[in-house]
């Protein structure tokens, strides 16, 4: 996809990395840390369910996290962008397909 610059799926608990592809910058341990804080701080705030994906801006990039739930531990899929030559609506939507077809 246009402005894509990297993409990675991580174990969302050890942080050990399956497979990555491009250039975009990612510490995979890093982002399983995020996500398991953020989503252990929400329930402590009292939202129910599991953190599904996370989008973290900055001025000239972005980070997609998106949780794929799976027996055994959690798969995390991360996703780099340039910010001014990605859409991050399609980057969602299409790893929402994604996810889709890996819990199918």
Do not use: K, W
């Amino acid at each position: 996809m246009p402005g894509v610059t990297g993409a990675a799926l991580v174990d969302a608990v050890t942080g050990l990395s399956y497979g990555r592809s491009g250039t975009g910058e990612m510490d995979a341990a890093e982002c399983s840390r995020l996500v398991a804080f953020v989503g252990d701080r929400l329930h402590l705030a009292g939202a129910q369910g599991e953190l599904e994906s996370m989008v973290i801006t900055g001025t000239r990039h972005q980070l997609v996290l998106r949780a794929l739930p799976r027996r055994g531990d959690p798969l995390l899929l991360m996703a780099a962008l340039e910010r001014d030559q990605a859409n991050l609506a399609l980057v969602l939507h299409q790893l929402d397909l994604y996810a889709e077809g890996a819990a199918g």
